[in-house]
């Protein structure tokens, strides 16, 4: 699949449209695909059931508290393909203070930010559309995606360096964090599948990261769209550090969609299509989306943990048997993140064109 060069049509920040009376056309969502913002039923305002949490400081206890732990995350994962992860080990302090700073970020002038606009050869940079499909509806939000890892991909260049709180070392910190964390899950979940710990760390092979801050506006009519269309993250693993005040992202489960409730200081831990590959849909990635609001603004850190680009992604040997044989095909991850790129967020349609005959 060939990569894009530029964008189909010319970029306008949703930031500049927060204070129209009114969205344009190309946001508006299909009638079908639009939340119910004004439910009249418990159900449809995803209030019935919660997002598992999971406390993490129990893997650190007696071998009791870590089997324990280490069930909860399994289910959790089995269940919801989402946890929200308490007790993780990742400092509050840092938490915090990478989401203000990003969040300043994000209120500069539009020149200073317009400085570092992306294009869709890598996405790195300040962006506000996903796919590069040409004509199609767009999500009310705009972000800064950065690559951290592997370190041979990582163009600090692309980094901002304003507002002043904006450090390279807070974001790197934070990003090292994570990679610890995403590592523990890792070992977590393969000894839940039987294996050893070792087993999807082999898998992944030299592991890829980045990051997409996103920002979704205020919105004039927030009933017609959405800050992020129906989506599984394409990648192996996300953790997500949310607003800690605004509502936004909402989970697939059976047909309804599940309001996450933020709780302070956690992280939400999903899985991504290249686990579920791996794991021969033994754990699943779970569609979710993102709500606006039509007061405030809402920013969350998206953090992709992935397996190594060249790396032929397909279920694991140890996990195919005559009864339960290989639901995908190989392919590397580079080929398969080029279908997000290409078409945008789009339910589980990728994972899906993964299958074998």
């Given at each position: 699949m060939e990569v894009a060069q530029e964008w189909p049509e010319p970029i306008v920040r949703v930031q500049s449209l927060a204070d129209a009376e009114a969205i344009p056309e190309r946001y508006i969502k299909p009638p079908s695909e639009r939340p119910n913002?004004?439910?009249?039923?418990?159900?449809?305002?995803?209030?019935?059931?919660?997002?598992?949490?999971?406390?993490l400081g129990g893997l650190r206890g007696g071998a009791a508290e870590r089997q324990a732990t280490m069930r909860a995350v399994s289910d959790a994962c089995r269940e919801w393909g989402f946890f929200q992860a308490v007790n993780h080990g990742v400092s509050p302090a840092l938490t915090a203070a990478v989401r203000e700073a990003w969040?300043?970020?994000?209120?500069?002038?539009?020149?200073?930010?317009?400085?570092?606009?992306?294009?869709?050869?890598?996405?790195?940079?300040?962006?506000?559309?996903?796919?590069?499909?040409?004509?199609?509806?767009l999500d009310w939000g705009d972000y800064f995606f950065l690559?951290?890892?592997?370190?041979?991909?990582?163009?600090?260049?692309?980094?901002?360096?304003?507002?002043?709180?904006?450090?390279?070392?807070?974001?790197?910190?934070?990003?090292?964090?994570?990679?610890?964390?995403c590592g523990v899950i890792k070992e977590v979940l393969s000894l839940t599948l039987g294996m050893d710990e070792g087993f999807l760390h082999r898998g992944f092979g030299e592991p890829g990261a980045c990051m997409r801050v996103n920002f979704y506006p205020k919105c004039p009519q927030p009933e017609l769209t959405l800050g992020l269309s129906p989506h599984s993250d394409p990648g192996g693993m996300t953790v997500l550090l949310t607003d800690e005040h605004v509502k936004g992202l909402q989970v697939r489960k059976a047909d309804d969609w599940i309001t996450v409730q933020p709780i302070p200081d956690a992280l939400i831990v999903n899985i991504g299509d290249q686990i579920q590959v791996l794991t021969n849909a033994t754990y699943k990635s779970v569609e979710h989306r993102v709500t606006v609001n039509a007061t405030t603004e809402r920013l969350s850190l998206a953090f992709f943990y992935n397996p190594d680009d060249d790396l032929p992604i397909e279920p694991a040997a140890e996990l195919v048997t005559?009864?339960?044989?290989?639901?995908?095909?190989?392919?590397?991850?580079?080929?398969?993140?080029?279908?997000?790129?290409?078409?945008?967020?789009?339910?589980?349609?990728?994972?899906?064109?993964?299958?074998?005959a």
């Open positions: 913002l004004n439910p009249g039923t418990a159900m449809a305002a995803g209030e019935t059931e919660c997002l598992p949490v999971v406390d969040r300043q970020f994000f209120h500069l002038p539009m020149a200073e930010k317009q400085a570092y606009a992306n294009s869709p050869t890598s996405f790195e940079g300040y962006g506000s559309r996903l796919g590069v499909k040409k004509g199609a509806i690559q951290l890892l592997p370190q041979s991909i990582k163009n600090y260049d692309k980094w901002p360096t304003l507002p002043a709180s904006l450090s390279r070392e807070t974001t790197e910190a934070y990003g090292d964090e994570l990679v610890k964390l005559p009864t339960s044989p290989p639901v995908y095909k190989p392919m590397t991850f580079k080929e398969y993140k080029m279908y997000m790129r290409m078409l945008g967020p789009c339910g589980k349609s990728h994972v899906d064109l993964h299958k074998a």
